[in-house]
């Protein structure tokens, strides 16, 4: 008997697009591509039918424009996301407690302390989601949480995959090296020259040798490729921070990157909505092509939460950065957190007192 499966990673599918799709029934079947209709955009999320054509995120839209000429470009809606993606996160912490969101449409959660079948909970969270916002999801299951994401991406769209210990590592075998996170372009480029390929082709080198070519990146992926992953869900109670982070196509082009970080304070001020919480330290993070990260933090005198002042916070911090690399990461995170009713309870106080 192998490693209890208790973790399970979901991803909504092609998540904006399919809200737009749900909202406008007559765009299905359609390349739907959202991300605004202004060449000097970028591509925020695409549907599968648009993907068949080569677009992906990240991509600007005058490119997206000429790989996909029937498109049909849309200006994202942030609200509307936000309120369908709270109506998801309000049936997942229905069905466990232990939930980590990543994202506006990303979570993993814990189902170790739940009585069901993996197969069950798969059954019962798609259900509940589709009958609420007529939306699909891909879930992964396992037992870390490396393999749970990893699995949540092998079906899609509406997938399902189970990881289980007797399945490695040969399952991971036949699979592309980029699938393995902390292997971006360049380091695939570094591995390729070097005659590694596949999974099974990095299996085989030694741990020592990867640690030459990635210092301690090297160290995890000769684990995750192991099926080792010792990170366990934070639940949002846990964290003393809460933040928006994602990986992307590496990437120099400001344009592109400020729409992340515009893209990221909104989500940032749902979650801090959703929790009834603000904050005073905003935190830049960033990570070149060569996986270095570098981050930027300040204290602010006031407590903020609303998108607009972090989005503006945020540029003023992005653009005190050095960095010489393209981009494969940008993130925004906000700490030194208060509940909003604590504060005021503490201004009457003082009122009261002064």
Not at 142 to 168: H, Q, R, V
Request: glycine residues 8%; aromatic residues 10%; contains cysteine.
């Amino acid at each position: 008997m192998g490693k209890p499966l208790n973790f399970l990673h979901l991803d909504m599918d092609a998540f904006y697009a399919s809200v737009e799709e749900r909202d406008n029934p007559s765009l299905k079947g359609k390349p739907v591509i959202v991300g605004g209709r202004s060449n000097r955009g970028i591509v925020t999320t695409c549907n599968y039918e648009a993907r068949k054509f080569g677009v992906h995120s990240a991509m600007p839209i005058f490119m997206a424009k000429e790989l996909c000429p029937r498109g049909i470009f849309i200006s994202g809606r942030m609200s509307r996301y936000q309120e369908v993606s709270k109506q998801v996160f309000t049936i997942l912490r229905g069905i466990s407690s232990k939930i980590e969101p990543l994202s506006i449409d990303e979570a993993y959660m814990d189902i170790s302390q739940i009585p069901l079948r993996p197969e069950q909970i798969r059954d019962l969270i798609k259900e509940k989601v589709y009958r609420k916002t007529g939306l699909t999801l891909s879930i992964g299951v396992s037992y870390n949480k490396f393999l749970a994401k990893l699995a949540s991406d092998w079906n899609k769209p509406n997938g399902f995959m189970i990881i289980t210990e007797e399945m490695m590592p040969d399952i991971l075998f036949p699979l592309s090296i980029k699938k393995v996170y902390g292997i971006g372009a360049k380091s695939q480029k570094k591995l390729n020259a070097i005659g590694i390929y596949t999974i099974e082709d990095l299996y085989s080198l030694e741990e020592g040798l990867l640690v030459d070519l990635f210092g301690k990146g090297g160290v995890e992926i000769y684990e995750r490729i192991r099926g080792i992953d010792r990170r366990q869900i934070e639940t949002s109670r846990e964290r003393k921070s809460i933040g928006v982070e994602r990986t992307f196509r590496p990437t120099r082009d400001r344009k592109v990157l400020m729409n992340y970080l515009k893209e990221f304070s909104y989500e940032l001020e749902m979650d801090l909505s959703k929790k009834d919480l603000h904050g005073k330290t905003l935190t830049v993070k960033i990570k070149d092509e060569d996986f270095i990260s570098h981050t930027k933090s300040k204290t602010y005198n006031h407590y903020i939460y609303e998108g607009d002042e972090i989005y503006s916070l945020a540029t003023a911090l992005f653009q005190d950065m050095v960095y010489d690399k393209s981009l494969r990461l940008i993130g925004i995170s906000l700490s030194n957190l208060l509940d909003k009713s604590m504060e005021q309870l503490s201004f009457f106080s003082s009122q009261k007192n002064g």
